[in-house]
Antibody
Framework: EVQLVQSGAEVKKPGESLKISCKGS????????IGWVRQMPGKGLEWMGI????????RYSPSFQGQVTISADKSISTAYLQWSSLKASDTAMYYC???????????WGQGTLVTVSS | QSALTQPASVSGSPGQSITISCTGT?????????VSWYQQHPGKAPKLMIY???NRPSGVPDRFSGSKSGNTASLTISGLQAEDEADYYC???????????FGGGTKLTVL
């Protein structure tokens, strides 16, 4: 069974750094792209970026380029999303999702809620 | 403002059919068959309902169907059931540097 399990909710202060994770299982982790999607409170889905764990090839949405860093450790089948300096506007639910063969996101993690507040 | 345009809300009675539209451009919906649809219940992660314009993943009821004409894709749900009440998002691959775009989402209410 394909599963993506994300790390737990985080509460941080503005300016702090953060790295959240997404662990894949039940499939060949290095053979599928993993994307990250933001959902701000009460809002829609926004595609942030995507990584191919096999060779760490990474693409970013222009809206998120330079704001976050996406990485992966294929030895432990885990993808990451990190911030070096959080802002209150980063408060959102973040989902990881596997990209299937037709550019769809076929499996999703349960989401990680990030709250940034002073 | 989302790259793909969806109606904010649609509603229907149990047993009826509804259609949700998703309008883009020739750079995304009109240019590729990589249109997908997601269902999201409150507090839950999105779930893939349709991919490649009209294909259903295993386990998705055949009451859900997808189509495309020009720059507009559509999701049709026939025989509405109470559990279909959710938010629905379309998505498309795009030739722009964004690579993927989502619609703003449509809230489906089953009356």
């Amino acid at each position: 069974e394909v599963q993506l399990v994300q790390s737990g909710a985080e509460v941080k202060k503005p300016g702090e750094s953060l790295k959240i994770s997404c662990k894949g299982s039940g499939y060949s982790f290095t053979s599928y792209w993993i994307g990250w999607v933001r959902q701000m409170p009460g809002k829609g889905l926004e595609w942030m970026g995507i990584i191919y764990p096999g060779d760490s090839d990474t693409r970013y949405s222009p809206s998120f380029q330079g704001q976050v860093t996406i990485s992966a450790d294929k030895s432990i089948s885990t993808a990451y999303l990190q911030w070096s300096s959080l802002k209150a506007s980063d408060t959102a639910m973040y989902y990881c999702a596997r990209q299937g063969s037709y550019y769809e996101f076929d499996y999703w993690g349960q989401g990680t809620l990030v709250t940034v507040s002073s | 403002q989302s790259a793909l345009t969806q109606p904010a809300s649609v509603s229907g009675s149990p047993g009826q059919s509804i259609t949700i539209s998703c309008t883009g451009t020739s750079s995304d919906v009109g240019g590729y068959n990589y249109v997908s649809w997601y269902q999201q219940h409150p507090g839950k992660a999105p779930k893939l309902m349709i991919y490649d314009v009209s294909n259903r993943p295993s386990g998705v009821p055949d009451r859900f169907s997808g189509s495309k004409s020009g720059n507009t894709a559509s999701l049709t749900i026939s025989g509405l059931q109470a559990e279909d009440e959710a938010d629905y998002y379309c998505s498309s691959y795009t030739s722009s540097s964004t690579l993927w775009v989502f619609g703003g989402g449509t809230k489906l209410t089953v009356l």
